[in-house]
């Protein structure tokens, strides 16, 4: 995506409820929507934010705040006014209003059977059972290799649509990824977010299955750049908005288990599969929940944080503030296996 555009929420707001209006969606759906944003309107004319394209996620954490407090709102509906709003930033995302990634900074609390809360986070157990069934059922197939690199990589969205199949190396089992601005491929952390990442036998076994197998070759009129990008679809190389659907679908339960966990038609479901809506089913994991359970994970594994953030591109601080999920206990344990180690 080219550099944000400078535009004002309320008209930013007006777009996206013209897009929705256009969609034919029913007149409730677009008064929840209109409510919800006009919120967000509110709260940036109040803080004197008149320009989107300047909006990052420390912003967006202080609104979740602000709304939850000036709302008074519990759980449940935080949880819902904060997903119209990261529908809304991802519809800014795909005009160019604001950065690619901005939408997958909410967090949205998901709500357990007690109705207590957490940020979402794709957990290991979850993240296997995604990976196994595709294994399974559709291996080395664009979805499997998708799921495969975000979760074992913990890279962002962008980087992985920012790959070429040139970047991927066989021999030496590693991708390398580079900052591209001028050919439309930008890291989020520009020259510094250059790196290399090492990649398992398994790993390198999936993504050369689907390069010699089920990937696309891209045409010329599809690649001005003259460049082949890795993950491919029949357009060549996928939006961020398409890599995001693709997610969707992947971590939606009823494409594995083969029935709704809440009970829904599925032929019936507007939220089912890559189209329509599926950012409103309440079981999706989005990309960015990936990246900070993958984190997670490492820890959990006793992985040096100073790996992680190298590998991963992403400081210390944040991942000691923003990413690690281990509870108190978890941390206490494995401070003492390393203390009893040395």
């Given amino acids: 995506m080219t550099s944000a555009e400078s535009t004002t929420p309320a008209t930013a707001v007006k777009m996206y409820l013209t897009k929705l209006e256009q969609e034919n969606?029913?007149?409730?759906?677009?008064k929840a929507h209109r409510?919800?944003?006009?919120?967000?309107?509110?709260?940036c004319e109040e803080?004197?934010?008149?320009?989107l394209s300047t909006l990052d996620?420390?912003?967006l954490y202080e609104y979740r705040q602000w709304r939850k407090q000036d709302g008074d709102l519990n759980v449940v509906s935080l949880q819902t006014q904060l997903t119209t709003i990261r529908i809304f930033i991802e519809f800014c995302e795909d005009v160019?209003?604001?950065?690619?990634?901005?939408a997958d900074t909410i967090q949205i609390p998901t709500v357990s059977t007690e109705t207590s809360s957490r940020d979402a986070t794709l957990g290991a157990s979850r993240a296997d059972q995604i990976l196994e069934w595709l294994a399974t059922d559709e291996y080395g197939s664009f979805d499997h290799v998708l799921m495969r690199l975000l979760w074992r990589t913990?890279?962002?969205l962008g980087e992985l649509r920012a790959m070429d199949i040139g970047d991927y190396d066989a021999e030496e089992q590693w991708l390398h990824l580079v900052h591209r601005p001028a050919e439309g491929t930008p890291l989020k952390n520009g020259p510094n977010g250059e790196r290399v990442i090492n990649l398992d036998d398994r790993t390198c076994r999936i993504i050369e299955t689907y390069i010699d197998?089920?990937?696309?070759?891209?045409?010329?009129?599809?690649?001005?750049?003259?460049?082949?990008?890795?993950?491919t679809t029949t357009f060549g190389?996928?939006?961020?908005?398409?890599l995001r659907r693709h997610v969707y679908r992947c971590t939606q339960p009823c494409q594995r288990m083969g029935q709704c966990p809440y009970d829904a038609a599925m032929d019936e479901c507007a939220a089912e599969g890559y189209n329509d809506v599926p950012s409103e089913c309440p079981s999706i994991v989005r990309p960015h929940d990936i990246r900070r359970g993958s984190v997670t994970h490492w820890l959990r594994e006793d992985v040096p944080v100073e790996v992680i953030s190298e590998r991963m591109d992403v400081s210390r601080s944040v991942i000691e503030d923003h990413y690690d999920r281990r509870d108190a206990e978890t941390r206490a344990r494995q401070r003492r296996e390393w203390v009893e180690d040395t």
């Fill in 35 to 43: 409510y919800r944003t006009g919120h967000f309107v509110r709260w």
């Fill in 47 to 51: 803080t004197g934010r008149s320009d």
């Fill in 213 to 231: 197998e089920q990937r696309k070759e891209s045409s010329a009129k599809q690649n001005t750049d003259c460049r082949q990008p890795l993950l």
């Fill in 25 to 30: 969606r029913a007149e409730w759906t677009l």
């Fill in 237 to 242: 190389r996928p939006s961020t908005t398409t």
């Fill in 154 to 156: 913990g890279m962002r």
């Fill in 57 to 59: 996620g420390a912003d």
């Fill in 96 to 102: 160019g209003i604001v950065s690619d990634g901005l």
